[in-house]
T-cell receptor, first 114, second 113 residues
Framework: GENVEQHPSTLSVQEGDSAVIKCTYS??????FPWYKQELGKGPQLIID?????GEKKDQRIAVTLNKTAKHFSLHITETQPEDSAVYFC?????????????FGTGTKLQVIP | DAEITQSPRHKITETGRQVTLACHQT?????MFWYRQDLGHGLRLIHY???????NKGEVSDGYSVSRSNTEDLPLTLESAASSQTSVYFC????????????FGPGTRLTVL
């Protein structure tokens, strides 16, 4: 089955700096890669996603890059703000038996220091 | 607005008791999922359903069961609660029409004493 590894497990940055979270996946059949943000006491919320036919996607201060050859994808947050502090999960999704099967990374706890 | 809700939000129970966690979504999604979240393990899939009367086991299904009698609800039952099942449980749903995005509920924190 698919295996998703996520690094680092914790990340501290100064407010205004950039943060980068990296994930690797094992199965080349994965074709959809969402990123979720989980704030304390809440469920994960989708913040950005990318499909395998695209190399990069941006949404304001957030961007995701995908390297299919190397099987890795990354989340980039620029000009970090205290409200970016949360746990971030990457995921890889593939079609399995007509349905999409999603495998999550183990999460990165991001702390933005004011 | 469409949403996904879970109840209760917090539950304390004793070893050996049967516990049912509720999940209700108004997205009209065909797909529903139950995950548990533990430190160091991220989100692990317990059970999932792709439609009414359909249920499937995930990677950590032992000791859990689900039933899907309508589109909106996927209750998760712990047949005989164990201390190892102390965790935060998340329900999610997604549309089978092409979008793979899963929408998560707020979670249920379960403590088994």
């Amino acid at each position: 089955g698919e295996n998703v590894e996520q690094h680092p497990s914790t990340l501290s940055v100064q407010e205004g700096d950039s943060a980068v979270i990296k994930c690797t996946y094992s199965d080349s059949a994965s074709n959809y890669f969402p990123w979720y943000k989980q704030e304390l006491g809440k469920g994960p919320q989708l913040i950005i996603d990318i499909r395998s036919n695209v190399g990069e996607k941006k949404d304001q201060r957030i961007a995701v890059t995908l390297n299919k050859t190397a099987k890795h994808f990354s989340l980039h947050i620029t000009e970090t703000q205290p409200e970016d502090s949360a746990v971030y999960f990457c995921a890889a999704s593939m079609n399995s038996g007509g349905y999409q099967k999603v495998t999550f990374g183990t999460g990165t706890k991001l702390q933005v220091i004011p | 607005d469409a949403e996904i809700t879970q109840s209760p939000r917090h539950k304390i129970t004793e070893t050996g008791r049967q516990v049912t966690l509720a999940c209700h979504q108004t997205w009209n999604h065909n797909n529903m999922f139950w995950y548990r979240q533990d430190l160091g393990h991220g989100l692990r899939l317990i059970h999932y359903s792709y439609g009414v009367q359909d249920t499937n086991k995930g990677e950590v299904s032992d000791g859990y069961s689900v039933s899907r009698s309508n589109t909106e609800d996927l209750p998760l039952t712990l047949e005989s609660a164990a201390s190892s099942q102390t965790s935060v449980y998340f329900c999610a749903s997604s549309n089978s029409g092409g979008s793979d995005t899963q929408y998560f509920g707020p979670g249920t924190r379960l403590t088994v004493l």
